[in-house]
């Protein structure tokens, strides 16, 4: 089976950044909008399937957003405010994680599996 998922850890205080929400892109349009759980989670897979589309996808997560509802004071504008992770998917049966880890002033992203 082919899925699409993603897991946020917040790193500026070591745990999951449970609450954060996220969009899914695709081909320019929008496909999911979700949040994450308490285990920085979205419930369910952000595409499951046979197969998933090839093409061009974009995550966007809210993490300014995140951070000030979290009570973290930062400046206006936030230096990170939504991070845009834009990546590909070439195989339609493919399993594709994209972790972010995040903090008020970095992130860092890979294929997870």
């Known amino acids: 089976m082919a ?16 609450g954060m929400q996220i969009r899914l ?5 929008l496909m999911v909008t979700a949040e994450t759980n308490a285990d920085g989670r979205t419930p369910e897979a952000l595409l499951a399937g046979e197969r998933i589309a090839t093409g061009t996808y974009e995550l966007i997560f809210a993490v300014g957003a995140y951070f000030r509802a979290a009570g973290e004071a930062l400046p206006d504008p ?9 990546f590909g998917i070439a195989d339609p049966s493919g399993n594709y994680h994209v972790p972010l880890l995040v903090s008020p002033y970095g992130y860092s992203t890979y294929r997870g599996s």
């Open 3 to 18: 899925r699409l998922s993603t897991h946020v850890l917040d790193t500026s205080r070591g745990k999951p950044a449970a």
């Open 78 to 86: 936030a230096f990170l405010d939504e991070v845009v992770v834009r």
């Open 25 to 29: 892109y695709g081909n320019g349009e």
